[in-house]
């Protein structure tokens, strides 16, 4: 069976934008996932970690699979540690080479010790939001019941509010 997934990509560790393309690469060569839609690829600042870290580049695919989610997860994984990621020793919100998460899998809701999907935290980060409503917009949340770009611009009000 094919399914829709959609994951945000970042990293701010140079080469920056080579380590994104090298690994949707990987990911469009991995059998049964191809990459369909990619975003423009932007620049933020971090957000919580190390103030003394780099800029992110940060975007959005769309992939099609065969693979469950929790399948596509793995392989997310497997892809980032290919591109010099090291989960179990960094900082939580420090620097990283490469950061796949799976946003959207479907109209699907998991929730599992392993995968929560839409991903918890995504209709609060601009940075997953705004590369994600360039090439998808109009999908969505399964949960919240807006848009993609419904989101973004709820959470850009808040910005002026704030």
């Not at 994104?20 to 690829?41: F, H, K, M, N, P």
Request: with cysteine; glycine share 6%; charged share 25%.
């Amino acid at each position: 069976m094919q399914h829709v997934a959609y994951i945000s990509l970042g990293g701010n560790i140079e080469p920056r934008a080579q380590t994104l393309i090298q690994a949707l690469s990987l990911l469009d060569d991995y059998e049964g996932i191809s990459v369909r839609r990619i975003s423009q690829l932007i620049e933020t600042e971090p957000e919580g970690g190390p103030a003394e870290q780099g800029k992110f580049l940060n975007g959005a695919a769309v992939l099609f699979t065969d693979l469950t989610a929790e399948e596509l997860l793995d392989v997310l994984h497997e892809v980032e540690a290919q591109m010099g990621r090291h989960r179990e020793s960094e900082k939580r919100w420090g620097p990283r080479t490469c950061d796949l998460d799976l946003l959207l899998f479907d109209d699907l809701v998991i929730e599992s010790d392993k995968l929560t999907v839409p991903h918890p935290r995504m209709h609060k980060r601009e940075f997953v939001l705004r590369p994600l409503a360039q090439i998808a917009g109009d999908v969505v949340h399964p949960v919240l019941h807006k848009s993609i770009s419904e989101l973004l611009a709820d959470l850009e009000q808040q910005d002026d509010v704030v």
